[in-house]
């Protein structure tokens, strides 16, 4: 068995069995997107549609692109929803292993780190990526970052096979469907390809998918975008809502911002402030460099070129698109790191003790984080609290419609029309609420009977004590769980 093989293989049965451990039971939709998935699935097998079936008049799905939830249908169309969701959890674990040890095996056959690196530099770097307890908490609930870390790896061993661009291309228009940052994928896979002065017939096998799957989910959100209610427009719209409304705003937190979910991995234990600062501006200095020289081997070094620009505009943490590269982005950061060793001999004692310091600080996160399990503390403390609370909805008549926190979850396991209680909009670079007489016309508007606070310290109890204030006659609370969590009627005509 040649090594790059049997390296894969190893860095997917490490990813395969760490995973597998760190699958929980917890309710899906506990991380919003999760339940919206979930709940797609659910619609496209019942026949309604590409709709989102928990909002009341059930308007199209123009937010996310439909390939995850294809995926997820047949499981939600023959299961029930607790089976359905864990054995999601299962394809999930299967497709993450699957990424990872197609980016292992690739980074080896290529050298991807250089022809001086240890060949199982790649192959440790990978699998820890894999096991990174940030990776593991998105990869244990029902988010697409799987299905489209495969589908990466994908275009990229075969854009860098250049061989058989047709399949580049449909993976790339996959990708697309599945997390429409996709594009900065296709932008880096062109321009690694212009240097090859590749023919014409190769531009088409390669463009003509990803033109196909994107006229096509353009059309289908061109022509449903307008279903929505505007008070949704920001949650449940299309991506130029967001930009929309927060214009060039959050260049100026988001630039420096990119790289401190990676900081916070590798040199969080630092408590020293210049300390931190001084180790944080090396590493990215490795980090660009090698982006410099993977651009050089690899259409990766493009595509996460134009992946950070698209993160540095978009008005939202980087955290979740971070973790999704978090194997692309350690090899960058490697191969870098491989380069300057070779090229600059007097670096290599400050390099080495920088790459002691960011492996030490990994360990100890990752030693924490599975003494704590980590990956499931957020998780596990919503859907305890939300099981609480559905048996109580699920009395409700099945006409109630429920404003609440989760509302996808709510739905999914009660069957009762929800919508989100907490809505937000950007002024500026900031997140404002609505005023109260705002809030009181959308709650009109969707039909709300029945309020659920799932949480006396969330947003959603400072607007909803803000609306009782402003109209004292309109809810009328007639369940209360412990620690301030209510359920109200809203009384017609108040």
């Keep these: 068995m040649a090594p790059e093989v049997k390296g894969g293989l190893i860095t997917a049965g490490i990813a395969l069995v760490v995973g597998a451990f760190a699958l929980g039971n917890s309710l899906v939709g506990v991380f919003y997107d999760d339940g919206l998935y979930a709940g797609l699935a659910t619609a496209l097998a019942s026949g309604m549609g590409y709709v989102h079936p928990h909002i009341p008049g059930a308007p199209a799905a123009v937010h996310y692109p439909p390939l995850y939830p294809v995926v997820l249908t047949p499981l939600y169309g023959l299961l029930p929803v607790t089976t359905a969701g864990f054995v999601a959890k299962v394809l999930n674990l299967l497709l993450a292993a699957s990424g990872a040890g197609l980016i292992a095996w690739h980074a080896m056959r290529t050298q991807l780190?250089?022809?001086?690196?240890?060949?199982?530099?790649?192959?440790?770097?990978?699998?820890?990526?894999?096991?990174?307890?940030?990776?593991?908490?998105?990869?244990?609930?029902?988010?697409?970052?799987?299905?489209?870390?495969?589908?990466?790896?994908?275009?990229?061993?075969?854009?860098?096979?250049?061989?058989?661009?047709?399949?580049?291309?449909?993976?790339?228009?996959?990708?697309?469907?599945?997390?429409?940052?996709?594009?900065?994928?296709?932008?880096?896979?062109?321009?690694?390809?212009?240097?090859?002065?590749?023919?014409?017939?190769?531009?088409?096998?390669?463009?003509?998918?990803?033109?196909?799957?994107?006229?096509?989910?353009?059309?289908?959100?061109?022509?449903?975008?307008?279903?929505?209610?505007?008070?949704?427009?920001?949650?449940?719209?299309?991506?130029?809502?967001?930009?929309?409304?927060?214009?060039?705003?959050?260049?100026?937190?988001?630039?420096?911002?990119?790289?401190?979910?990676?900081?916070?991995?590798?040199?969080?234990?630092?408590?020293?402030?210049?300390?931190?600062?001084?180790?944080?501006?090396?590493?990215?200095?490795?980090?660009?460099?090698?982006?410099?020289?993977?651009?050089?081997?690899?259409?990766?070094?493009?595509?996460?070129?134009?992946?950070?620009?698209?993160?540095?505009?978009?008005?939202?943490?980087?955290?979740?698109?971070?973790?999704?590269?978090?194997?692309?982005?350690?090899?960058?950061?490697?191969?870098?790191?491989?380069?300057?060793?070779?090229?600059?001999?007097?670096?290599?004692?400050?390099?080495?003790?920088?790459?002691?310091?960011?492996?030490?600080?990994?360990?100890?996160y990752e030693t924490r984080g599975f003494a704590g399990r980590w990956w499931q503390t957020q998780a596990r403390a919503i859907s305890a609290n939300f099981a609480e609370l559905l048996p109580v909805v699920a009395t409700l008549p099945p006409t109630a419609v429920v404003a609440t926190d989760d509302d996808p979850l709510v739905w999914l396991y009660t069957r009762r029309l929800s919508v989100p209680f907490h809505i937000e909009r950007y002024s500026g670079g900031d997140f404002v609420p609505l005023t109260a007489p705002e809030h009181r016309a959308y709650l009109e508007r969707?039909?709300?009977?029945?309020?659920?606070?799932?949480?006396?310290?969330?947003?959603?109890?400072?607007?909803?004590?803000?609306?009782?204030?402003?109209?004292?006659?309109?809810?009328?609370?007639?369940?209360?769980?412990?620690?301030?969590?209510?359920?109200?009627v809203v009384n017609r005509g108040d």
């Design 113 to 364: 780190l250089g022809a001086t690196a240890p060949r199982w530099l790649a192959l440790a770097i990978v699998a820890a990526a894999a096991i990174a307890i940030p990776v593991l908490a998105t990869q244990s609930v029902l988010f697409a970052e799987p299905l489209f870390g495969v589908l990466v790896a994908t275009v990229i061993i075969a854009a860098d096979r250049g061989r058989v661009p047709w399949i580049t291309g449909t993976a790339a228009a996959l990708a697309f469907l599945t997390r429409s940052i996709a594009v900065a994928l296709m932008a880096g896979v062109v321009c690694s390809l212009i240097a090859r002065r590749p023919p014409l017939r190769t531009w088409v096998a390669l463009l003509l998918p990803l033109a196909v799957g994107a006229l096509g989910w353009g059309i289908w959100v061109g022509t449903h975008a307008r279903e929505l209610v505007p008070a949704l427009a920001l949650g449940y719209g299309t991506y130029a809502e967001p930009l929309r409304q927060a214009g060039l705003s959050a260049l100026a937190a988001n630039v420096p911002d990119l790289s401190r979910p990676l900081e916070v991995l590798v040199f969080g234990w630092v408590s020293v402030r210049w300390a931190y600062a001084v180790l944080a501006t090396v590493s990215l200095g490795i980090g660009l460099y090698g982006l410099a020289v993977v651009s050089r081997r690899s259409a990766i070094g493009w595509s996460l070129m134009f992946y950070l620009l698209i993160l540095a505009a978009w008005p939202y943490p980087p955290d979740r698109f971070i973790w999704v590269v978090l194997p692309w982005l350690g090899l960058t950061w490697a191969a870098g790191g491989v380069e300057i060793w070779r090229r600059w001999p007097r670096a290599r004692v400050p390099l080495g003790f920088v790459a002691a310091l960011v492996t030490v600080g990994f360990l100890h």
């Design 446 to 488: 969707m039909g709300v009977t029945h309020v659920l606070l799932a949480s006396a310290s969330s947003p959603s109890a400072r607007e909803l004590r803000g609306l009782m204030v402003a109209y004292p006659t309109w809810f009328t609370g007639v369940y209360r769980w412990s620690g301030g969590r209510w359920l109200f």
